[in-house]
């Protein structure tokens, strides 16, 4: 994708929704994210990064309803939960919110208004799942049964188990209460419906334009072509939005969550003292490139359902979604009811978080299903973090800083600017793709090359040579932390803190984080003083 210069640039994170820990699952959207930020900063854009915490649904009322405590505790744990993470990680959103501030509550409620004053939302009597044991209606995750187009068991709003379909409220066969057990029957009870089929037109040709991976575009388009129906936005719920002059209802949260990314934006422009008018650049008037990173079961409500109602109610467009691909591991299904899952907290516990960094997107191709297993980690770090770059560093620099301390003379060869600017083109052609791994492997290569550069030139028997053998030498040395400098600036976005140390020891005074591309071409500077060089990567496993 060529992102316009001239226009800043909005990247947002799905929303983790907070009624449990996170686990790597999780961080195969947020990584690559922050990975993507990293990169466009160095490429000269202006750049926002934003996500938050999803708040409301009955998932999170069933969690606080099992622990005998309320919504807002479980999501005040989560929220503050997920937030250390991220800062473990160097996920470095611009603003992290939550969609339970005042801010969003009165974004959506005018969205809604919106489209109920432009014909988009409509009231109707349909039938609800509701319990006689309970006394009450049940709203979507309250109730389970059977799913009425492939006979999977299902949960009350998605066949989770089967074939993966929205169900609307009022679909699910043979409905039981997840609360107690019993048998539920139907009745009509009155709710508001989105007129999503309305747009058939527009997202047909939405997404033939949408940008991002093909795997978004693609499902959505299937979905499209196939029918759209209208959308349920109303809850039987306390907790949540309340839907405009309504005490009895609250909106899905499906219409709020995505609703974030606009408040968020409003909320970190407001705490950076912009004009409160400054959001409309985003979401308004179309004069920003707004970017989704999303997981592939999230596909359908980001490039259907939310482009429909920001159509409908006025506001910009997405220009592009990247998801991601799912996460199994050892083969198998991720499941947290299993306990087939790894919790990013303990992860983090026993390894360096740019050792996850890196695994999470030089493992698998972004949009393909990754395949979590410890021997599989354990193989890219101890072959190509310790093995390739971590080899490279510490023997050129350690050399170096015995024989020289410093950055000696000589001139950058071109075979080494030729290999510098290869794996450059590579990584910027892979970052328009959004394909992380290819930046990843092409930084890589470049690795392989100064080991091989450094092996071939043998310095260690140059340096005990005549003046013109050490001088020699130099040239050879100041080539390979020429090359250390590039992959450092190339490799940043992946790992911030292992390539900061090895900025640290090539003695370079500036802030590797602020750097542009344009950098790699500066050689690095002749007399530049070396500080004492360290391991960058342990073995593991």
Known sequence: ??????????V???LPYVNGEC???????????????RMLRKMGYRVIFISGSDTHGTPIVLSAEAEGTTPEAVVERYHEHFRRVFDALNVDFDYYG???SPANH???EEIVKDLMARGYVYRKKTKQAYCNTCGRFLPDRYVEGICPYCGTLARGDECDQGCGRHLEPGEIEEPRCKI????AVYKDQEHFFFKLSAFSHFLLSYLHGLEGTANARNYALEWVKRELRDWCITRNLEWGVKFPGRDDLVVYVWVDAPIGYISFTEELLRERGEDDTEWARYWKNNEATIIHFIGTDIIYHHCIFWPAMLKGAGYSLPRAVIASGMVKINGKTFSKSRGNVVWASEFLERFHPDMLRYYLVAQSSHTKELDFSWDSFFMRV??????????????????????FGMVPAGEIEDEVTSAIESATAEVLSAMENYEFKKMVDATMGLANFGNSYFQREEPWHLIKGDEDARRRCGTIIKNVLQILKSICILLEPVMPEKMGEMWFQLGMETDLHATKIEDLRAPIRTGQKLNKPAVLFQRVG
């Open 23 to 37: 686990h790597i699952g999780h961080l195969r959207t947020y990584v690559p994210a922050d990975i993507c930020v």
């Open 98 to 100: 939550r969609t339970d």
């Open 106 to 108: 009165a974004r959506t």
């Open 180 to 183: 107690c057990g019993s048998a």
């Open 1 to 10: 994708m060529k992102i316009p210069h001239d226009k800043p640039v909005l």
């Open 12 to 14: 947002t994170s799905a």
């Open 382 to 403: 101890n072959n190509e973090l310790v093995a390739i770059l971590g080899n490279l560093a510490y023997r050129v620099l350690t050399f170096t800083y015995k024989h």
